[in-house]
């Protein structure tokens, strides 16, 4: 129950505002979602691993598919904000990278004007 609210903690603390990027952040986008992503990565495995070993002390009980199905609700329940945050991630990547697109193709079409 505390991985769960240190983990709420965390993702409220990252999910600040990014819409309200200056120009020299812009720039910085694909580092400051790598970053992120390794985060989600690092959290993503301590989940796992928690939720493996309760796993195995499943299978010391007698009632192992209950066990296990419990074992199953917490894990998607923990995971649940980390894939929110991923796919608000990727939303970001691809905004960022449309962006660069556009440039790339705005800054050829003058080039190809000038005479």
Same mark, same amino acid.
């Given at each position: 129950? /505390?991985?769960?609210? #240190?983990?709420?903690?965390?993702?409220?603390?990252?999910?600040?505002?990014?819409?309200?990027?200056? !120009?020299?952040?812009?720039?910085? !986008?694909?580092?400051?979602?790598?970053?992120? /992503?390794?985060? #989600?990565?690092?959290?993503?495995?301590?989940?796992?691993?928690?939720?493996?070993?309760?796993?195995?002390?499943?299978?010391?009980?007698?009632? !192992?598919?209950?066990?296990?199905?419990? !074992?199953?609700?917490?894990?998607?329940?923990?995971?649940?904000? #980390?894939?929110?945050?991923?796919?608000?991630?990727?939303?970001?990547?691809?905004?960022?990278?449309?962006?660069?697109?556009?440039?790339?193709?705005?800054?050829?079409?003058?080039?190809?004007?000038?005479?």
């Amino acid at each position: 129950m /505390r991985m769960l609210c #240190l983990l709420a903690f965390l993702l409220s603390l990252s999910s600040g505002p990014a819409q309200a990027q200056s !120009v020299e952040a812009a720039d910085d !986008v694909p580092a400051r979602i790598a970053a992120a /992503r390794e985060a #989600l990565n690092s959290q993503r495995q301590s989940i796992e691993a928690q939720h493996e070993a309760r796993e195995r002390a499943c299978w010391q009980r007698f009632a !192992v598919n209950d066990c296990l199905r419990e !074992v199953r609700r917490s894990r998607h329940a923990a995971l649940d904000p #980390l894939r929110a945050k991923e796919l608000e991630l990727n939303a970001q990547e691809r905004e960022w990278r449309t962006r660069q697109r556009d440039e790339r193709l705005r800054n050829k079409q003058e080039a190809g004007q000038q005479p």
